[in-house]
């Protein structure tokens, strides 16, 4: 009998299947949460739904998928040998680098012999009685732990459009999300990709060089700026190595964990060419600074913003050929960083090329998806592959997935209906020993400079708890509704909060994420590192221990 049957049988867990701590996800956070748990000395296991190592590396693999943070931000900083040996090799390193560099961590920290891939966590119910979580899995197998841990990213949870007809399609298809590893050839293709988000930009981009004839289907425009890659010599390289302290002091010191901060001018204290001038330099340099190192008011003056979105509306105006292109490319219904900007590397040129078309489905809405291709109100068109570049229901997606149910049975999916509400975006209420690392109302930004202070944080919690034999950790009532009140407070006054997106929870394609609501802390990491370094320095009294 397989584990699986023996454990279907029983209906029970095992002893042999009961931890200290189950870890969901071997994404970057995932993988360090289990370095660090392994250092208490805690019998540990990670289920992951994929074959392999790396979250968001595994799944996209999408042609052009890389990060818009700077490489050598984005590695681990935990370790000085792993910063010593780690060579990159372009300043936003593409998928297929990002996946060989969190390999490389599992393989360098033995991670692997506590991973269990192709385990999809199904539902995860706590008991009272035990103080203890019970899981299970997609295919039946159950585990019971002590402390449950949330790795499962904000980004995890993939959505396909509301169309009819999507399975009706006889040609090749698929999420950008969900994109085969074996080579996908466009050359002679026609090819159709729905949306044009980040992910479509660069996917976009990529396609469009090969592509028979690629058709972007879009609904709204975003505004997209130059990434100015390249590739990282040896000696430049040498470089970064010897300037890692400074550079994670900068990260740490920035509202977003990126190596770039905020100017410390407003956008009207400077004369119109010393402006243009700083935007200028801004667009010509690689990475977010247009975004996180602009003005600081650009995101909360609407003048501020008003005046950046010309410009950068001038520069997609220089850019693409057929002015009435331009304008359809030109978001009109959000200001420029509004909505998380993607960045890219030639984008705009893409439609200045014969093989390649846009539909603009505010004028000609999709019908349906076909057997043969897609069907808008004025015409049918045929493709060879359709990708959809969709997105995903963010942030709390991949918690709504799991069944998860704390004291008396109660459905996390129930108690966040109307917004989430932790505390410190890692504790819940009535869900005690259940900690989200990157969870909801916490500070985002550089991905793994964020993740890497969560899962410390969370790992000082369970270590006090198991040095004093405390076996149950809850937020209060209290301490939530306190928390909930500070990130909704602090969200006020931010222009991207009052605009639709995967930011904000709205996905059009979910039921019941149409209307925004406050997902993220904004008062910036520096200020939510105070709030929870407070709380670890007072000895966690603000949660309720046992
Ligand atoms: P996004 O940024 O949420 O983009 C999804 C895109 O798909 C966006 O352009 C949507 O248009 C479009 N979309 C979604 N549903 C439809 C339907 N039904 N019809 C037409 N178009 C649709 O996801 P990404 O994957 O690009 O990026 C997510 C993040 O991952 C990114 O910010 C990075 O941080 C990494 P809409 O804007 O809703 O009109």
């Known amino acids: 009998m397989s584990v699986a049957q023996a454990a279907r049988h029983n209906g029970k867990a095992d002893a042999a299947a009961e931890f200290d701590a189950i870890v969901i996800g071997a994404g970057v956070s995932g993988l360090y949460q289990l370095y660090k748990l392994r250092e208490l000395g805690l019998k540990v296991r990670v289920f992951e739904t994929g074959t392999g190592i790396g979250g968001t590396w595994y799944w996209n693999r999408y042609p052009g998928a890389r990060f818009d943070s700077e490489s050598y931000s984005y590695g681990y900083s ?41 385990s999809r966590v199904a539902a995860a119910h706590y008991q009272e009685e035990t103080r203890r979580w019970n899981i299970t899995l997609e295919d039946g197998r159950r585990y019971g732990t002590r402390f449950l841990i949330t790795a499962i990213g904000v980004l995890s949870a993939p959505t396909m459009p509301r169309i009819p007809g999507v399975e009706t399609f006889r040609g090749q298809s698929c999420h950008t999300h969900y994109w085969p590893k074996e080579p996908v050839e466009f050359a002679g ?36 700026a130059p990434l100015h890659n390249a590739k990282i010599a040896d000696e430049e390289m040498r470089e970064i190595r010897g300037s890692y302290p400074e550079i994670f002091a900068i990260c740490n010191d920035s509202p977003g964990c990126f190596i770039h901060k905020p100017d410390p001018r407003a956008t009207h204290e400077v004369t119109q060419e010393e402006r243009e001038a700083f935007w200028e330099k801004l667009y010509a340099e690689p990475g977010f600074g247009i975004w996180q190192g602009n003005f600081r008011d650009i995101l909360t003056d609407r003048a501020a913003n008003a005046l950046i979105s010309e410009f950068v509306a001038r520069k997609i105006r220089q850019r693409v050929k057929d002015p009435a292109m331009a304008e359809k490319l030109i978001p009109k219904n959000h200001g420029f960083g509004t909505r998380r900007v993607p960045l890219e590397s030639g984008y705009y040129e893409v439609y200045n090329q014969p093989n390649v078309g846009l539909v603009d489905i505010n004028e000609t809405p999709i019908e349906r998806v076909t057997p043969k291709g897609i069907k808008t109100s004025d015409a049918e068109y045929e493709f060879d592959l359709i990708i959809y570049a969709t997105g995903f229901d963010a942030i709390t997606g991949s918690f709504d997935r799991i069944d998860i149910r704390g004291i008396d049975g109660v459905a996390l999916k129930d108690k966040w209906q109307n917004g989430p509400q932790t505390y410190l975006g890692v504790l819940v209420e009535g869900f005690p020993n259940l900690l989200m690392v990157m969870g909801p109302h916490a500070g985002l930004g550089n991905f793994p400079r964020a993740a890497e202070y969560s899962v410390d944080w969370v790992t000082g919690l369970i270590r006090f708890a198991h040095d004093r034999g405390v076996t149950r950790v809850e937020a209060t009532a209290t301490g939530v509704a306190e928390w909930t009140e500070h990130v909704l407070v602090t969200g006020e006054g931010l222009l991207m909060n009052e605009i639709d997106s995967w930011m904000t929870g709205v996905n059009r394609n979910v039921e019941g994420k149409q209307t925004r609501k406050i997902m993220r802390y904004s008062g910036g990491h520096p200020a939510f590192r105070e709030h929870c370094d407070a709380v670890a320095a007072d000895a966690y009294r603000k949660l309720a221990l046992a």
């Open 189 to 224: 293709k026609r090819v159709a990709v729905i949306g044009t988000g980040a992910t479509a930009i660069q996917a976009i981009t990529e396609i469009a060089k090969t592509a028979g004839h690629l058709t972007v289907f879009q609904r709204t425009p975003n505004w997209a």
């Open 78 to 118: 935990f370790s000085p040998e792993l910063l010593e040996e780690w060579n990159w090799a372009e300043r936003f390193a593409p998928q297929p680098e990002t996946e060989r560099y969190l390999n490389y961590v599992a393989d360098k920290f033995d991670l692997r012999r506590d991973i269990q891939f192709n």
